[in-house]
């Protein structure tokens, strides 16, 4: 299951990288990443908010703003794209139910490759399908996993030594990061 790291990081990258929105309206909308999971408290985890339904509210505030509005349309299209990479990485790794509460099926895509480190053989697995409804919630889930430390350390070693940089060479002065970007 993709950590709250992966949830959070992967889609705020892309976004950023492919200058779909300013870092400002990236970060002030990045907890939609992370609402899905609501369900693991409220209701069937994978299923009560982790399902394309709950894309609508805000799918349907761009729309409304695009002309009028575009910046707070921006707000919103970012916020749709963060709710919806939280369902497609999720039906990646354990499934969701998309259609939940009218339709009660996982729908899952189970991809892997290994690679056996005596024989150098190659074992792919690939099992898209569906099944009755939601998920197995494991007992122990791993809340972060040491493939996501490792990201997160290497986040906070950029992040740190390039602001410090920046503060470094601006004589003391706290980097513009958030506002610097806004106009391009
Ligand atoms: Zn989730």
Do not use: C
């Not at 609402?35 to 709950?54: C, E, K, Q």
């Not at 919806?84 to 009218?102: E, N, T």
């Not at 697995?125 to 122990?140: F, I, K, L, M, S």
């Not at 070693?157 to 601006?170: D, E, M, P």
């Amino acid at each position: 299951m993709p950590s709250f790291v992966v949830h959070g990081l992967i889609p705020l990258l892309l976004i950023l990288a492919l200058r779909l929105a300013p870092p400002k309206v990236a970060l002030a909308t990045l907890p939609f990443t992370w609402l899905p999971d609501l369900d693991f408290w409220l209701g069937i985890h994978r299923a009560t908010t982790s399902n394309v339904f709950i894309l609508l509210p805000t799918l349907y505030l761009w729309w409304r703003w695009r002309e009028a509005e575009p910046q707070r349309a921006q707000y919103a299209g970012i916020a749709t794209l963060y709710l919806a990479s939280h369902l497609i990485m999720d039906m990646f790794a354990g499934g969701i139910v998309p259609f939940w509460p009218l339709w009660d099926y996982t729908v899952f895509w189970h991809f892997l490759i290994r690679i056996n480190t005596q024989t150098g053989e190659r074992d792919v697995t690939n099992d898209p399908g569906t099944h009755e409804g939601a998920p197995q919630v494991v007992e122990w889930f791993t809340w972060l996993s040491p493939v996501e430390a490792a990201m997160l350390a290497v986040t906070a070693v950029a992040v740190v030594g390039t602001l410090g940089w920046r503060w470094y060479r601006q004589g003391g002065q706290l980097p513009g990061f958030l506002a610097s970007e806004d106009e391009g």
